[in-house]
Nanobody, 124 residues
Framework: QVQLVESGGGLVQAGGSLRLSCAAS????????MGWFRQAPGKDREFVAA????????NYQDSVKGRFAISRDNARDTVYLQMNSLKPEDTAVYYC?????????????????WGQGTQVTVSS
């Protein structure tokens, strides 16, 4: 069974930065595509970024392109989300997700395992 544990959330002022981490365990991490999603209050969960199993390909939601960067360290079984130039509209609970496969999948229903989420709050 895959277990995912997010960390790194917190309160930051607009324009600031945070780095989220997601530590995975339970099976071969380097065979899993990984994604980050977020859910703001009163809204559906949405795709943020995803990375292929090898780390060579990534996908981003348009609103975070140029500000967020997803990366992974397969030696540490960890995926990261570097978030720069944060805006109040980035406020949400951020979740990491995993699925077996090579590609950076963008759809929520393509992922099999989810973390518990970490809160990111951006003040104006």
């Amino acid at each position: 069974q895959v277990q995912l544990v997010e960390s790194g959330g917190g309160l930051v002022q607009a324009g600031g930065s945070l780095r989220l981490s997601c530590a995975a365990s339970g099976r071969t991490f380097s065979s899993d595509a990984m994604g980050w999603f977020r859910q703001a209050p009163g809204k559906d969960r949405e795709f943020v970024a995803a990375i292929s199993a090898s780390g060579s390909v990534s996908n981003y939601q348009d609103s975070v392109k140029g500000r967020f960067a997803i990366s992974r360290d397969n030696a540490r079984d960890t995926v990261y989300l570097q978030m720069n130039s944060l805006k109040p509209e980035d406020t949400a609970v951020y979740y990491c997700a995993a699925r077996r496969g090579r590609f950076p999948y963008k759809e929520e229903n393509e992922y099999d395992y989810w973390g518990q989420g970490t809160q990111v709050t951006v003040s104006s």
